[in-house]
């Protein structure tokens, strides 16, 4: 570690909490909102100059400045590459930046998913903010996150139209590997997956936009086999056809080559100290917080004797479930293996313990299809944040544990945590937007129904015929109330009378307890119809670029 990437000591210039927020400085409350076509930018949008500013004046040593210039450099050349292989780029030829070239980089990232609206929305402020700002705007596609399921889930309505989730594959299987691993299966399902889609929605939405989508997926997964890649170039370039300037690159690729080898080989180098940080940190962040679960937000790093765990992956092609890396100092060399029990299968890699760069270029040049070594959540954005951006865009999962990277930022390295932006947006299918009233309606409904139960007297209807008597005794009973002793008697006439009363008002009883499934009905469907979770794909294009334009003005 160099002690003077920052002359500023971190305790002096951590986040300090806005007014109304019960957190500690650095532990900021980022939620969805709950309103349609409704925007969560943390700090504003018109703010992201001044934080650029704040984080390009920060001053570094000669070693990390030198870092960071080779980074960029690398970044910025290999993202063109990448990007031109599908879709127009300005400067595609230019494979690398000079070190003089100070153009700003803005970034965000996320897995090569279907996502929701609100993710895709942080995209879309992306490529503003880049125009914005003078800025190349770069999308990083996390494609060591193990792959979820291969379908999305559509709203639809049985033959009694009652609404339900249905399952619309895109491939089988492909879970529990990560996204680059994850190869196509079924190609055959893959190409009607848009037409099926279309089936599904139709009756509540008559123009998805996966039918724009989804030629540039049958094209992308004939280049690349993989369904993450292919998911990521297509909705890259169908970014393309809707104007958005913008360089992607996954993150496999971008973790190639020596500027990411020398920031691993700063943690390995000092690795006892880092895993302390890295703990305390995750302590400290489940301590505030209240989380009992070891495992959120991050687990802590293991020790096992001489080994200590490292917060990366490593896998291959033929192997390529992630495995755990730990580090030890062995026999005047350092030693990171994956420790498996077979021989065969394990990953090891030997490195000079007395030459940080010379381990270094062992470390990037050991990269092949067998062994792919990955960082982990919180050192994929401490590696974004710190060498490859100037401003990095979170959603709100990664703003709220980013907040933990920020400690490990401070008290590893001695440096203020670069600022960062959380942005995201809920958008709701057309026409299906929530009933403010309906909770209310149910609560008052509940209400009025325990009151049949165990307080018919206040209706007022319980003042004509049998009910009026019953009533009356009821409140006769109540001013009664014995004030000491036994009260088995009284509790018993007191019962007697709730149970007449509740008897008389059955039919009231049962017209409400309807009403209410009614309700309870529509609020179920409703949290299917306008679930914000849906995929951007299952939605008209015009419907979403003008609800993400109205909510940046």
Known sequence: MDPDWNDVPCADRQRKTRPGEAAEPGYLAYRACSDNHSALIEPPLGDAELLLKGNLDRQLSSFWAGLRTQSRAQLLGDARQYTSAYRDVPGATQTATTPRDSTPIVMAG??????????????????????DLGAHAINLVIDNDVAAGRSIRVPMRDAIGRVYFSSVHYDEGGAGIPYEQAKIRDLRQFDRFDQEVRHAIAPLVANPLVSELWPHARAAIRRCEIAGCALAQARHRLEADLGW???????????????????????????????????????????????????????????EGDWLELPLWVYGNDHPTRRAVWVRRHGGQIELSDRRSSETARRSLLLPADDRDAAAEVLAESASPEFKLRPRALMTTMFARL????????????????????????????????????????????????????????????????DTQYHGELWT??????????????????????????????????????????????LQRQEMQAELQRLRLEASEEQILASRELSFCLFPRQDLVAAFEQMLR
């Open 461 to 506: 209807q319980a003042t004509a015929g049998r009910r009026q008597p019953l009533a009356q005794r009821k409140r006769e009973l109540l001013e009664q109330m014995p004030s000491q002793g036994s009260r088995a008697q009284w509790h018993q006439d007191i019962t007697h009378v709730n149970r007449e009363l509740a008897a008389e008002l059955q």
């Open 110 to 131: 996320h897995q090569p998913t279907l996502f929701h609206p609100g993710v895709w929305f942080k995209n879309f402020a992306l490529q503003r903010l880049g125009g």
């Open 245 to 303: 300037q913008t360089l992607e690159i996954p993150l496999g690729v971008a973790v190639r080559g020596l500027p990411f080898a020398r920031f691993v080989m700063e943690m390995i180098d000092d690795a006892e100290r880092f895993c302390q940080v890295y703990n305390d940190a995750a302590d400290h962040y489940r301590a505030w917080h209240g989380i009992r679960s070891t495992a959120h937000p991050v687990p802590n790093l293991g020790r």
């Open 387 to 450: 060498l490859l951006s100037d401003l990095f865009l979170h959603g709100i999962g990664g703003g709220k544990y980013d907040q933990l990277a920020d400690r490990i930022i401070c008290h590893f390295f001695g440096v203020t945590p670069p600022a960062l932006q959380v942005v995201s947006a809920t958008v709701r299918l057309p026409g299906q937007d929530r009933d403010p009233e309906r909770p209310h309606a149910m609560q008052v409904l509940q209400s009025r129904i325990r």
